[in-house]
T-cell receptor, first 115, second 114 residues
Framework: GESVGLHLPTLSVQEGDNSIINCAYS??????FIWYKQESGKGPQFIID?????DKRQGQRVTVLLNKTVKHLSLQIAATQPGDSAVYFC??????????????FGKGTKLTVNP | SAVISQKPSRDICQRGTSLTIQCQVD?????MFWYRQQPGQSLTLIAT?????????ESGFVIDKFPISRPNLTFSTLTVSNMSPEDSSIYLC???????????FGEGSRLTVL
C-alpha cells in the first residue's frame, strides 16, 4: 500500500518570505498528487494538483514540484502572507492513473507566518 | 467548485448513542466519500458512498459501526453508531466534481463523545 510521510510537522516563516513544505510517498506507482490547505475549524481546501507525467506545476503564488526518482513532493508558496497560516496536507492516489478516490493523506505541516 | 454542506457542524454526544451526519452538495458530483480526522491528525478514508447501494468501506471500518446512505447524487448520510469517546473526531464529507475530478470537502462535523 501507499504511505505518505512528512518532513517537518511545523514550519515558521516571516511574512514575505518563500515557504517550502515537503512530503514523501512510498509507492512508485502513485500517479496523482494533491496539496490541501486546512485552516482552523474548516475543511481542507484544494490548492493544486499534479500528475506523474509532470515534474512541476504552477498556480497563483504556489508551485508544486514532483521528483519521482526519490518519491518526493513539495509545495512552494511565494511571498507568504499571514492568510497562508494553516495546516498543509499532501495527498496521494496510490493507483496508476488514479484520481481522487482512495487518497492517502500525509500528516500535515502547520505553517505559521509571522508578521 | 462544489459547495458541500454538512450538519450538524458540531455535537456533544453521550456514550452508547448514535448520531447521523448529513451531507448535501450543491451541484452534480461523481463520487462522494466520508473521512475521519482525529484531533490533530491527518485524514483517514472511512468509505466511498455509492448511490443507491451499499457503501464501500476501507480496512478498519465496518457498516455496523458507520452505516452510510446515498439515496441520490448529491446527498449522503453517515451514522456513527454506539459511540464511545474514541469516536470523538471530525467527520468530513467530500465529493469529486464533474469534469475536474478534484476532491472537495465540507467544513466537517466535530463530534465529542462523553
Amino acid at each position: 500500500g501507499e504511505s505518505v510521510g512528512l518532513h517537518l510537522p511545523t514550519l515558521s516563516v516571516q511574512e514575505g518570505d518563500n515557504s517550502i513544505i515537503n512530503c514523501a510517498y512510498s509507492n512508485s506507482a502513485s500517479d496523482y498528487f494533491i496539496w490541501y490547505k486546512q485552516e482552523s475549524g474548516k475543511g481542507p481546501q484544494f490548492i493544486i494538483d499534479i500528475r506523474s507525467n509532470m515534474d512541476k506545476r504552477q498556480g497563483q503564488r504556489v508551485t508544486v514540484l514532483l521528483n519521482k526518482t526519490v518519491k518526493h513532493l513539495s509545495l512552494q508558496i511565494a511571498a507568504t502572507q499571514p492568510g497562508d497560516s494553516a495546516v498543509y496536507f499532501c495527498a496521494v492516489s496510490p493507483r496508476p492513473q488514479g484520481g481522487s478516490e482512495k487518497l492517502v493523506f500525509g500528516k500535515g505541516t502547520k505553517l505559521t507566518v509571522n508578521p | 467548485s462544489a459547495v458541500i454542506s454538512q450538519k450538524p457542524s458540531r455535537d456533544i454526544c453521550q456514550r452508547g448513542t448514535s448520531l447521523t451526519i448529513q451531507c448535501q452538495v450543491d451541484s452534480q458530483v461523481t463520487m462522494m466519500f466520508w473521512y475521519r480526522q482525529q484531533p490533530g491528525q491527518s485524514l483517514t478514508l472511512i468509505a466511498t458512498a455509492n448511490q443507491g447501494s451499499e457503501a464501500t468501506y476501507e480496512s478498519g471500518f465496518v457498516i455496523d459501526k458507520f452505516p452510510i446512505s446515498r439515496p441520490n447524487l448529491t446527498f449522503s448520510t453517515l451514522t456513527v453508531s454506539n459511540m464511545s469517546p474514541e469516536d470523538s473526531s471530525i467527520y468530513l464529507c467530500s465529493a469529486t466534481g464533474r469534469g475536474t475530478g478534484e476532491l472537495f470537502f465540507g467544513e466537517g462535523s466535530r463530534l465529542t463523545v462523553l
